[in-house]
Every structure is written in structure tokens, then in C-alpha cells.
């Protein structure tokens, strides 16, 4: 600015009249308390640039660049008075530096900028732009500030602060308690010991009951029904030809301890074996393991059976049609050493169905050819004694006709043998244990 | 701390038999270790192994404190029971008080009632919520994490990890995730699957430069042909 230029630019001021020296000074200069403010509007910084552009000379670039430049040193003066943060004050500076642009266009395309509420056409929405950007940036910092924290409790192992709202604290504080209370009451030695078998074959049980009431909460009524029609068919057999008596037991209590018996067996030799191969979600567990499944399979049908037995034994002796056993130990042990069998069967069924698992769909074919030899709709002493080895072979034919001699005083089996029995059973143990052992690596939870 | 002894294994995998370990010697101490391969998805073969889920073909894993289930897995929550069987069972078989781990899961899941729903029936953030929560019930002094941290800011993620990570002073984590940023935020070493062998590597940021998260679609076809898609992207089961 040269000396005429302010000659003549004070005789201006002074013909106003009511001229102070000094009073426009208020509207130039950037006004430090709203000037950054966190709602500040593109106004605090456009309307000092405004009345100093309309004070000084502008009619030319180099004239404005130098007022643009001027308001630029006052913003970073005022910067560096107020100490403000790094990223508001580069925000400021992109917000002037916005402003001059625009302002510069309007001005070289004749706009009347210094009409009063003049605002440059873009103005809004690029300052809105701005600000989200540099809540973007404040965003991502805070994100970096909490990732260095993180970092720093990983690396030292110490517990990061979590902020929690302020109802939660107090949630967080009953957890806490909770929480230690449990872990009290755990055995400090709990450390690879396994937990013990009984509790979690237990736990398994009652889980796998859930599990089948679930599914069906007739489920274990029909567990009535395939004994009630086996041995309807057995009993009719006989009846018809017309005998009521087959060596002394009468044919509807023979029918039905074959066909409940062989009713079990075939129930837990298939439910087991595809426990074995599919109950994979629980193996995410350390404690349990594809045979425990097994064995909880086994040991619900198995119980499902003896309920079956009591049922029918009761309303069939009621109804005239059943004898009552002479020996009740004798008959639920043998019962359940067919049980243990089929327990056996399972295990080694799902073995090979690991390694092969269309296994599974010829297991049905396996147990129709071993019902027939396990004295199921007859016993072998009806048979002619060149016929009777044909059957013998079979270990289940030995215990079926073991059942009936403790169930039936008037029968006592001379072709079946204990030792025979039970060998068999111990030998089907080993090799379904031996084939567990051998297929367990390849059981994946799932 | 997980001790592995001669452990050979080859799972089946993707169709076919998998060269995973072949005598493996390593003892896992106390810390925070990520996951890391060249080939991630046998994570899921590698963490059934160190939790003894699985015994290997050849050798032994001891476990010579609680280790945890492979949380953040869906695993046990399916089929017809109920989260509160589920509760039960768990309480049995950790021989943890049962009424104080409901009342704990059931304060710090967000929908309890959902709890008393068949598991199949449960949405995917219920599950994922029902696994970190039970995680917590018994003493464990290794967890073994394999899918994401909670991260999302809602009132389970803060309490949870306000919880967990009192919990896991003085104590080891093992975590397997495909989020590159929680493997570095939570974990110091990297437990280093490569070549059928593990290892422990100190410096986890050059680990993680190297293994990437998730095996590049380029190199997919080299290990097997399966879609990849098999069991990790599916560890939800669908």
C-alpha cells in the first residue's frame, strides 16, 4: 500500500463523519473466541477476509494475494497464541484456504461479493466436506490411540481398562463376584486329570435324553410299539400251526422275550453305531469322546428296553396272557449281558463305518441274517440234531436260550453254553475296542 | 502348558488324507501366541490336536493344565437341546456349580431368553455370544480361541472383555483368526505351522508379514482341490 493510496483512503474515512481512529479494526480482525470453536461456521473466518478485502485496495491479484497472505500470517498468529491442537489448526488453515479459493472465483467471474450476505455458492458443502474428513481423521486416531493400548496390555501382560457405560459397571462388578466365586470352587488339581468317566457318562445320559425328548415327545412311547408287534407276529406264527406250547413255556411269553430282547439288541446296535460316527459336536469337549456317545446310546435304549419289559411283562401278566419269570435277577442279567453284546456290536459297527461309512446301510442286512440264528422265533432244542450246529454258532443264539432257561422253570436249555456265552461277549469287547482304538484318530469334531 | 510328543498326523481333510504333523516335539509355555500358517485352513485339524479333541496317528499331546474347548467355533451349539442342557452338561462335566454358571451366562449373553430355545434355532451372534460367555465358567489356563475376538461395540463385547482379560493375566492364549489386526492386538509370538512341524517364533510382526490370513485365491488349487470353502469358512457347520 503506498502512501496515496493511504492518504487517500483516511480523507475517505474521515468524510464519513462519525469517523474513530481505529474503529474498523474490530471487523478485520479474526476473532479468537469463536474462531475455533467445534461448531464454528465458515462465517468466522469469511467475514474478517470480507471487510478487510473491502478496506484495502483489491482491484488487482497481486493487491488481494496480499491481504489473502495477511490473513493467513493473523490466523497463524492466532494459532500459536492459543496453542490449539495440531489437527484443528490444520483444519482452520484447509477451511481459509477453501474460502480464498472460492471467494477468488466469485470475484473473477464479477460476483457482487460485497453485497451483505453474500456466501460463496460452494462454500457450504464444501465445508461440510472438510468436516468430515477431519472427524474421519479424529476417528481413525482414536481408533490408533486405543490399538496402541491394547498392544501395551498384550505385550506386558496386564489387563486392558475397558471403559464399560455406567450401568454396566455395576453388572460388570456382580460378574466379577460371580465369576470368582465359581472359579473358588474348582479343584485347583483340576490340571490334565481327566474327569472322571461315571459323571460324565452320566451327564451324557440326561444330555442325550434332552436331546431325544426334543425330538419327539412320543419318541419313547413308540419304543412300546416294535416290541408289541414282533412278538404279536412270533405268537401268531405258532398259534396258527397250533401249538401253545413250545417245550414248556407258553408261546406269547417266548415270543415276547425274543422279540423284546432282539428289539433291543437291534436298537442299540444301530443307534450306537451312528452315535459313534455323527454325534460330532459334542466331541469339542476334551471329556468326551465318540465312545462315551456310544456308550450313552447304549445305555439309554437299553433302559428304554428294560422299561419296555416291565411294561409289557405287567399288563400282559394282567391280562392273563404272560407268566412271571422264576428268577428276576437271572433274566434282567441276561438281558443285560445281550445288551452289553449289542453295545459291543455298536462300537465295532461305527469303527468300520469311520473308515467306511456306507458300512452303516449294510449293518440292517447284518442284523436280519443274525436274527435268524439267535433262536429268536425258535430255540435249537426244536430243531433235529444234524440241524442244531447250524444255529449254535451263534453266541446270541447261547444267550437267548440262556434268558428263557432262567426266565421259564419248565425249560432248561441243554444246547446252550455260559462259557461259550460269555467268552464270545468278552472276545467282541476286545475286537470292538481293538477297531475303536484303530478309527478314533479319524473321528473329527465337528 | 501343552506339550507335544512325536506327534504324526494325517487327517482327513478336504477330501483326502492330509500330511499335517510328522513328529512333532514342541512345548507350548505360558503366553499369548497367534495361529499362523502358510496354509490356514488346517487351522482347524492343528487346534483339534493341541486341545486333545482328536488323538494324532502317532504320539501323544499332554496337557499339563485345563485347556479350553476351541471357543468361537459353533462345534456343540447345535442340534435339538437347549442352552440350558448345554449349561448342565458343561457344569457336570467341569464340575463347576451349575445354578452360577446359568445365572453368569445368562446375565452376560444379550438375549437369555433365547437360552431356554433349541441350540438349532439360535441366530449367529447368539451362538458366538454363548460360547465366549460358557468359556468363562470353568478355570481354564489355556483358552484357545479360534474364529474373532468380540469386537463389536455392544454391552456383551465390553463386559466380556472386561472380564477375559482379567482372566488371561498369567495365563496362556492361543488364538487362530483370520483378522490380521486382533492376531497382532491380543497375541506376542506366533505359533508357526510350516513344513508338518510347529514352532514358536518371537517376533510376531514379521510372522504376520509372511503368513497371510487367508491363503491367496491364486494358490488355493495347490493344496487340494476342494472349494476351500470346506471347514473354515463353514466352521459354522452351514
Known amino acids: 500500500m503506498s502512501n496515496e493510496d493511504r492518504i487517500k483512503g483516511w480523507r475517505s474515512r474521515r468524510q464519513a463523519g462519525n469517523y474513530t481512529v481505529g474503529s474498523g479494526v474490530a471487523a478485520w480482525r479474526l476473532d479468537p473466541a469463536t474462531l475455533f470453536e467445534a461448531k464454528a461456521t465458515p462465517g468466522v473466518l469469511l467475514k474478517p477476509l470480507l471487510a478487510r478485502l473491502q478496506g484495502e485496495p483489491h482491484d488487482s491479484v497481486a493487491a488481494r494475494r496480499a491481504v489473502y497472505e495477511a490473513v493467513q500470517a493473523e490466523l497463524e498468529a492466532e494459532i500459536a497464541r492459543s496453542a490449539v491442537d495440531e489437527n484443528l489448526a490444520d483444519f482452520s488453515r484447509r477451511r481459509l484456504r477453501v474460502i480464498v479459493r472460492l471467494l477468488e472465483q466469485d470475484i473473477r467471474a464479477d460476483v457482487a461479493v460485497f453485497a451483505p450476505g453474500y456466501l460463496p455458492a460452494k462454500l457450504v458443502a464444501e465445508d461440510e466436506r472438510l468436516a468430515a474428513a477431519h472427524a474421519r481423521r479424529a476417528e481413525r486416531r482414536k481408533q490408533d490411540e486405543a490399538r496402541e493400548a491394547r498392544r501395551h496390555a498384550s505385550r506386558n501382560d496386564i489387563a486392558l481398562e475397558i471403559e464399560v457405560a455406567r450401568d454396566e459397571e455395576d453388572d460388570l462388578a456382580i460378574l466379577r463376584d460371580r465369576l470368582r466365586g465359581l472359579h473358588e470352587g474348582h479343584p485347583p488339581d483340576m490340571a490334565g486329570r481327566f474327569q472322571p468317566v461315571g459323571r460324565t457318562l452320566m451327564a451324557m445320559f440326561i444330555y442325550q435324553l434332552h436331546v431325544m425328548h426334543g425330538e419327539s415327545r412320543i419318541a419313547l412311547v413308540w419304543a412300546l410299539v416294535g416290541p408289541v408287534v414282533l412278538l404279536t407276529l412270533i405268537s401268531s406264527l405258532y398259534i396258527l400251526m397250533g401249538m401253545h406250547f413250545i417245550l414248556g413255556m407258553d408261546v406269547q411269553t417266548f415270543a415276547l422275550l425274543g422279540a423284546t430282547t432282539w428289539i433291543m439288541f437291534r436298537q442299540i446296535v444301530f443307534r450306537s453305531s451312528t452315535a459313534y460316527v455323527s454325534a460330532r459336536g459334542l466331541l469339542n469337549f476334551q471329556a468326551d469322546t465318540p465312545l462315551m456317545c456310544t456308550l450313552a446310546q447304549s445305555l439309554i435304549y437299553g433302559s428304554v428296553s428294560l422299561v419296555v419289559f416291565a411294561v409289557l411283562i405287567s399288563a400282559g401278566h394282567a391280562l392273563g396272557f404272560v407268566t412271571l419269570p422264576i428268577s428276576w435277577p437271572g433274566s434282567i442279567l441276561f438281558v443285560v449281558l445281550m445288551g452289553c453284546c449289542a453295545a459291543a456290536m455298536g462300537v465295532l459297527f461305527g469303527s468300520i463305518a469311520t473308515f467306511w461309512p456306507f458300512f452303516l446301510r449294510l449293518a440292517p442286512i447284518i442284523e436280519r441274517f443274525l436274527q435268524i440264528f439267535a433262536a429268536v422265533f425258535f430255540v435249537s432244542e426244536q430243531l433235529p440234531e444234524h440241524l442244531r450246529p447250524w444255529m449254535l454258532w451263534s453266541p446270541f443264539a447261547h444267550g437267548m436260550q440262556l434268558l428263557r432257561s432262567a426266565y421259564f422253570e419248565a425249560y432248561q436249555s441243554t444246547d446252550a453254553s455260559l462259557g461259550y456265552f460269555l467268552t464270545s461277549l468278552v472276545f467282541l469287547m476286545m475286537v470292538a475296542l481293538i477297531g475303536e482304538r484303530l478309527a478314533r484318530p479319524n473321528v473329527q469334531p465337528m | ?238
Not at chain 2, 505360558?30 to 486341545?51: K, N
Not at chain 2, 479333541?53 to 459353533?74: N, T
Not at chain 2, 510350516?194 to 508379514?209: G, N, Y
Open chain 2, 1 to 238: 502348558m501343552i506339550q507335544l510328543n512325536g506327534v504324526t498326523d494325517e487327517p482327513y481333510a478336504f477330501g483326502s488324507r492330509q500330511a499335517l504333523l510328522a513328529d512333532a516335539n514342541l512345548d507350548i509355555p505360558v503366553g499369548r501366541y497367534a495361529l499362523l500358517s502358510s496354509a490356514p485352513e488346517m487351522h482347524r485339524q492343528l487346534v483339534d490336536i493341541l486341545c486333545c479333541l482328536r488323538p494324532p496317528r502317532q504320539g501323544f499331546v499332554k496337557h499339563d493344565s485345563s485347556v479350553s474347548w476351541a471357543i468361537g467355533r459353533q462345534g456343540f451349539i447345535r442340534g435339538k437341546a437347549t442352552g440350558l442342557s448345554m449349561i448342565d452338561f458343561v457344569s457336570e462335566i467341569y464340575e463347576i456349580d451349575a445354578d452360577a454358571t446359568h445365572e453368569l451366562v445368562a446375565d452376560l449373553v444379550s438375549d437369555p431368553k433365547g437360552l431356554a430355545k433349541p441350540m438349532e434355532h439360535w441366530p449367529l451372534y447368539a451362538r458366538q455370544e454363548f460360547s465366549f460367555a460358557l468359556a468363562l465358567a470353568p478355570a481354564f489356563d489355556v483358552y484357545v480361541i479360534e474364529g474373532s475376538i468380540p469386537f463389536e461395540p455392544c454391552r456383551f463385547t465390553r463386559l466380556w472383555l472386561a472380564l477375559f482379560e482379567e482372566r488371561l493375566v498369567g495365563r496362556t492364549l492361543i488364538f487362530s483368526s483370520y483378522r490380521q489386526n486382533q492376531l497382532a492386538d491380543y497375541c506376542i509370538k506366533g505359533l508357526i505351522y510350516e513344513r508338518s512341524a510347529l514352532r514358536i517364533d518371537d517376533d510376531l510382526d514379521q510372522c504376520l508379514s509372511r503368513f497371510p490370513p487367508r491363503r491367496s485365491r491364486g494358490d488355493s488349487g495347490t493344496r487340494d482341490d476342494g472349494l476351500g470353502g470346506g471347514f473354515d469358512e463353514g466352521q459354522l457347520g452351514f
